[in-house]
């Protein structure tokens, strides 16, 4: 038995040879947008009402429901900062915290990070000079502890943040 299936009690049914059966196909005028509406505006809709903030941050760059299935890099960072911006007045905290530990956790998905944090700086200045001084406080703790992993991932992350001028050389 796989780990998909239901166990019951009771005995597996045979289908009914006298059923109708149907076809159903798809209409691809339904999967386009409505006229004067883009594709990323459509997924950027969808993503809003199916992911929080929190999911799109963690799955930017895969392909993955959340994002449409789709692997487009640009459109992807544009839906995260689209619902980053919405929820920054009542989550600024929440997100400063949680994109801190995603660069170090998710080292490979660092550029993103990197320009997202770009984006938001161009609006908010602080939240990019937060992100830069915890950085850097990360990064004393990780020499001062000897963390060479960290180290290196944190030197990553600064160094994203200057190619996406929020650090200024």
Not at 109 to 116: N, S
């Amino acid at each position: 038995m796989s780990l998909c299936q239901i166990h019951t009690n009771q005995p597996p049914t045979e289908p009914n040879p006298r059923a109708p059966t149907e076809t159903k196909t798809l209409d691809p005028s339904r999967l386009l947008p409505a006229p004067g509406t883009s594709l990323s505006a459509t997924a950027t809709a969808t993503a809003a009402m199916s992911a929080g903030w929190r999911t799109l941050l963690l799955r930017i760059g895969d392909r993955c429901p959340e994002y449409g299935g789709t692997a487009d890099h640009k459109e992807h960072i544009e839906i995260c900062y689209n619902v980053l911006s919405r929820e920054y007045e009542h989550s600024k905290d929440d997100i400063f915290e949680f994109l801190l530990q995603c660069a170090e956790q998710l080292p490979h998905k660092i550029p993103f990070f990197g320009v997202l944090i770009g984006l938001i700086n161009l609006e908010n200045e602080d939240f990019a000079k937060g992100v830069v001084d915890a950085t850097q406080a990360n990064l004393q703790d990780a020499l001062h502890t000897e963390n060479r992993d960290r180290i290196r991932i944190l030197l990553r992350f600064l160094c994203g943040l200057v190619s996406y001028v929020v650090v200024l050389g």
